[in-house]
DNA sequence: CCCTCTATTGACAACGCTGAACTACGTGCA
DNA sequence: TGCACGTAGTTCAGCGTTGTCAATAGAGGG
């Protein structure tokens, strides 16, 4: 009745439980033939590794800290259920955790708290240099999606590219002046590598970005904000021919903003988003956005882990994905 | 360098190993002032307990495995979030596992590579006392919003008097020819707790039901099957001035169907769903749908598995949660 | 003042696994 | 023939914690 141990398989297979662990593990030094009892004997009793117990003994728990600032977003949740089905191909269990400010950032990292997993993946919006204390952690830890802080292997989003293939996409379909629906603002104007991306894409075609028509929501973790900045935005009456969402969520906040005004999507004003989440393709309309290819993504993620866990050493790597425009019926053209 | 073990704490306080590891289980036997001297000295050397050490020894891993069908579901991952808050505020540790089928569910709930947690919360839609084999696992496990097995403690969802309700809320609205957008149906008719209190409702007023207006996605877990089947409703020309999803997603892909086809809502039909998710909240119009008291039911489901953690035995036990509708614009009284 | 009882604490042996170090047995080659 | 070496496998000692049970001390009773 008890739950089978390395003992056990050794007694049935007639080896030593090391010669089992090394099987097990896939350590050269074991014969083709051994190798074949031990697991028929693994197969016989029904033997499943305790990981307390390997991971008392050093060999690592197998498992892995997602970290998340909160599950309600589409945008981590959709990417925490892609890294969990990624990790479990690899057979590492996932611990999910939600950290949804930089103290609880800095906590998941450094902290020992999460001390039971063998590496992390961390969304961690906040996360720099300085909250780090410019102390690496002491075990593998992927920052996915944020901005790199030269601590930490990181996959970078493509938020530059892809907000200026975006804007481009508007400014090719006619429309002139675009409005923003931000978050962070810096020195009364929008920041970030999207915002540059926006401007490049303006640059491009010899046009002026109007400032005045760049507002910022309280966050951008949800879809209020959205709607509270674009409501913001119509009363003061600006004159702008299409919105863009710093991402998804806040587009779609933006989106019943507009209709609950009669603004007509795309027929007065287009609009898009950033993200690529599954949301995006059931508004009405349909709404064009940036996907961050996201498979990518998380497959460097995952590789980027794995590697550090088998041992692989060198100094922080990054891994820059691609982003591409998804065009909708938001961003058509009026009829 | 190294962690601080309770042996460092030990020494710290003068005292054996085994007493701290009494103070910080909270067992009887221990002085207050030794208490305090242990506490004192887990504080000076910065000591956090080794789970994997814990585990081994017996104690328990402090971890509780949640198990869902997936994340990129709205009403799984708003309730995955609200569970794994639940349980780190008892410090209790959460590994989700995504489990999208029948077997998986089996496996997730009997087998051992969920073995090294505590016990779980799960989400499993197919389970049903078969599929356990009539057995219950040997660890505190409870489902949360599907039907009863008998052999597991359960969170019920107030399916009947949720959809009975918001089926009384068309009707007392003026609607009268309610179309139906289900999952299952058995003997061609729609099937489960949510059905019945849609006929309980017509029967409350005198009214039946018309079974033609009933169709059934490929899946309830997504947005497309809902706008594929409201489609198919609409191209089969039958007469409706109602829509009820059986869930907000199913609803958000009927509201695309129904706007591709030009229908207004609410003017033309009323539009219901089920969950209260988020993303309810921000469709155009945003959507009337049936709160299933959700913190009621987190809060019973961590309950619950404290209780057994804490070796509370007994026969299964059920929690019915209560449900209400939430009206929106989108079952507005038309203009 | 001795004995018993209770409160408090400690000693010890696991729990299941792995790293390090060591043995045993050919093989190839000088 | 002798030796170094590579392959195959073993022995042993923990990893950090807790359950069991023994030990100690002080309090209360007779």
């Not at 697991?39 to 499943?48: D, T």
């Not at 307390?52 to 892995?64: E, N």
């Not at 800095?106 to 708290?113: F, H, K, P, V, Y």
């Not at 901005?147 to 292997?153: A, N, Y």
Request: charged share 20%.
């Amino acid at each position: 009745m008890k739950r089978p141990t390395l003992a056990d398989v050794a007694a049935m297979a007639g080896v030593s439980p090391k010669t089992v662990s090394n099987v097990l593990r896939d350590r050269p030094y074991a014969a083709t033939a051994t190798r074949e009892r031990v697991w028929e004997a693994v197969a016989a009793v029904g033997y499943r590794v305790n990981r307390a117990g390997r991971a008392l003994a050093g060999g690592g728990s197998g498992r892995i800290a997602v970290v998340v600032p909160n599950l309600h977003q589409p945008y981590y949740a959709e990417n925490a259920e892609r890294l969990i089905l990624a990790l479990a191909a690899q057979n590492l269990t996932s611990t999910l955790r939600i950290a949804s400010n930089a103290d609880a950032e800095r906590e998941a990292i450094l902290g020992a708290t999460t001390a039971d997993a063998d590496g992390m993946i961390v969304f961690a919006p906040h996360i720099n240099a300085e909250l780090l204390d410019g102390k690496a952690p002491n075990r593998p830890v992927v920052q996915f999606g944020s901005t790199p802080t030269g601590l930490l292997d990181t996959v970078v989003m493509g938020e530059y590219e892809g907000f200026k293939a975006v804007t481009r996409h508007l400014l090719d379909t006619g429309r002139r002046r675009l409005a923003l629906v931000w978050n962070a603002t810096r020195n009364g104007r929008p920041a970030g590598r999207r915002f540059e991306g926006f401007l490049a894409a303006h640059e491009e075609f010899g046009l002026e970005a109007d400032p005045a028509l760049a507002v910022a929501g309280s966050d951008w973790d949800r879809r209020a904000p959205g709607f509270e900045a674009m409501t913001g935005l119509l009363a003061s009456g600006g004159d702008f021919d299409a919105v863009m969402g710093i991402n998804d969520a806040v587009a779609v906040g933006a989106l019943r903003a507009l209709r609950t005004h009669g603004v007509r999507v795309p027929d007065d004003v287009a609009l898009t988003g950033f993200d690529d989440t599954d949301e995006a393709e059931f508004t009405v309309p349909p709404l064009t956005t940036v996907s961050p290819e996201h498979e990518a993504m998380v497959g460097a993620a995952v590789r980027m882990l794995t590697e550090r866990l088998g041992g692989s050493a060198g100094p922080p790597r990054e891994y820059h994905a691609a982003a591409h425009v998804i065009p909708r019926a938001s961003s058509g053209v009026p009829r």
